[in-house]
T-cell receptor, first 111, second 114 residues
Framework: QQPVQSPQAVILREGEDAVINCSSS?????VHWYRQKHGEAPVFLMI?????EQKGHDKISASFNEKKQQSSLYLTASQLSYSGTYFC????????????FGQGTTLQVKP | DTGVSQDPRHKITKRGQNVTFRCDPI?????LYWYRQTLGQGPEFLTY????????KSRLLSDRFSAERPKGSFSTLEIQRTEQGDSAMYLC????????????FGDGTRLSIL
């Protein structure tokens, strides 16, 4: 079942923070986060595994609460380059390789 | 690491024709995935291979779709008797076969059905 992302869209000024949420109705093994710019391939950001792990990637970090079947992506001090559509991909069990993606959250960062 | 390569980038065809797309994964990656993406949606899983073995195929995939990875390197996705609803971006991704590995996507093939 497709995970639900919120919000659907967000507009920020440079330097502002944002949180993107990803919720699943099914138990998850891992959550993968990607960013896609218009006309380009999705680019891998990070993987979150069971265990409430929080990972960081420059000023982008994420957390995973497997009890609530939720993951959140945190973007701090946003830059113009952060603009794009963010997708979470959920993996229901270990090593299936199959990702089920949410519908995406479009982020626009303005100067 | 030259990245995942897909060919062609764009394909325009008439309804009812057959089309074939090719994907060349990152050389050391033994897993290869096919996804379909329509405007405003996330990628939708179609099928994946571990080496030459096709391990899973989406139940949503009609029998007009077939994929192969004959020598465990490049893969082809064929759509027979194309329909209007097949218009989409077809994305290929590859990864190492170990657990918890990221999937790296190619730029996709955009299919337009006239």
């Amino acid at each position: 079942q497709q995970p639900v992302q919120s919000p659907q869209a967000v507009i920020l000024r440079e330097g502002e923070d944002a949180v993107i949420n990803c919720s699943s109705s099914k138990a998850l093994y891992s959550v993968h986060w990607y960013r896609q710019k218009h006309g380009e391939a999705p680019v891998f950001l990070m993987i979150l595994l069971k265990g409430g792990e929080q990972k960081g990637h420059d000023k982008i970090s994420a957390s995973f609460n497997e009890k609530k079947q939720q993951s959140s992506l945190y973007l701090t001090a946003s830059q113009l380059s952060y603009s794009g559509t963010y997708f979470c991909g959920t993996e229901p069990s270990s090593n299936t390789g199959k990702l089920i993606f949410g519908q995406g959250t479009t982020l626009q960062v303005k100067p | 690491d030259t990245g995942v390569s897909q060919d062609p980038r764009h394909k325009i065809t008439k309804r009812g024709q057959n089309v074939t797309f090719r994907c060349d994964p990152i050389s050391e990656h033994n897993r290869l995935y096919w996804y379909r993406q329509t405007l405003g949606q996330g990628p939708e899983f179609l099928t994946y291979f571990q080496n030459e073995a096709q391990l899973e195929k989406s139940r949503l995939l009609s029998d007009r779709f077939s994929a192969e990875r004959p020598k465990g390197s490049f893969s082809t996705l064929e759509i027979q008797r194309t329909e209007q609803g097949d218009s989409a971006m077809y994305l290929c991704a590859s990864s190492l076969g170990r657990i918890n590995q990221p999937q790296h996507f190619g730029d996709g093939t955009r299919l337009s059905i006239l």
